[in-house]
DNA sequence: CCAGTGAGTAGGAAATCTGGACCCACGATA
DNA sequence: TATCGTGGGTCCAGATTTCCTACTCACTGG
């Protein structure tokens, strides 16, 4: 007897259920820039202190972040990304592009972020395996657990 | 006297303001699957109605859903994306391949995207100028503001 | 008439967020 | 020595959100 109300099994969920709470990817932007350290987080994401210390200890245990200490005496730690958290990277620059164009609609953007390659960085998403850019129309889902299709729960 | 304490500006967090709150994301998620009814959303996202409602106006605002009318009598509504709406199914989809990656370590997959090209679809974030893969060690941020430096506000 | 569906509202309890105050250890200043 | 400033937090009261269950309203189909 599966609950019926669960929702729709995604990778999507769980990936927000980790870092979909307020702050967090905030907290990743300002780590992944290379400000781990409480205050610098404070100051430059405006979140309240203790929030901060707990979607810190939760990223932390998620395996996003580690703390490590940069000064024994007197004890003083920073925060960096894990390879995990460096690969949601991709996914702030896309959010961020997509901000730049929809909400700042291309002026006064507030941040540049350079590639290796001497460009502006412009993040595009593409297909591994054709190399062509990602859009909408392109896409087909198709649900794998039992029980789900795409349009939602079958009907046992 | 700029308040000191404002956060960086950034339009990540712009973005996020928009697209951040709990259940967004999946709405846009469902929404980009083609279950925009309302009964849909809330049986497949497992959100609370009243929190559903909230949202699908709220984005509806920030215009990335619009509301149809797919039936005159009884009035039944129907939710879709709009353009800006749709240039965000990128973003879900790089974050579900980090989730599929990091959360399911790659097994028990609940769900599949094929790409138009056949294959399918694991989204690689690449630079617009180069084509190469986005990687941490090949960015460089600029703040572009005046009173922010990466590292945080700068001294006045 | 009755049951069912779609799209919500209503209301109270539970959780979360907020801004600020406070704590502790240390180093620097005076 | 006393005091200040800094880094990294914790604790608290009050406001705001969110959750959950139930209810409404309009309509359809039998």
Redesign the interface.
């Given at each position: 007897m599966a609950a019926t109300?669960?929702?729709?099994?995604?990778?999507?969920?769980?990936?927000?259920a980790?870092v979909?709470?307020?702050y967090s990817?905030?907290v990743l932007?300002?780590v992944?820039?290379?400000?781990g350290r409480f205050d610098?987080l404070v100051?430059?994401?405006?979140?309240p202190r203790d929030i901060l210390a707990t979607r810190l200890r939760r990223l932390v245990d998620a395996?996003i972040l580690t703390k490590r200490v940069y000064s024994e005496r007197p004890q003083r730690f920073e925060y960096r990304?894990t390879p995990?958290g460096?690969?949601?990277?991709?996914?702030?620059?896309?959010?961020?592009?997509?901000?730049?164009?929809?909400?700042?609609k291309g002026t006064d953007?507030?941040?540049?972020?350079?590639?290796?390659?001497g460009?502006?960085?412009?993040?595009?998403?593409?297909?591994?395996?054709?190399?062509?850019e990602?859009?909408?129309?392109?896409?087909?889902?198709?649900?794998?657990?039992p029980g789900?299709t795409?349009?939602?729960?079958s009907a046992a």
């Open positions: 109300k669960d929702p729709r099994p995604c990778s999507i969920a769980d990936a927000l980790l979909g709470e307020k990817l905030l932007r300002e992944c820039l290379g400000n610098q100051r430059n994401i405006g979140a395996g990304a995990a460096l690969e949601l990277e991709p996914v702030l620059m896309t959010l961020k592009e997509w901000g730049d164009r929809h909400i700042r953007l507030p941040m540049a972020v350079e590639h290796g390659c460009n502006e960085l412009v993040p595009v998403v593409t297909c591994r395996a054709c190399g062509g990602v859009r909408h129309e392109d896409l087909t889902a198709h649900a794998q657990v789900w795409v349009t939602g729960p």
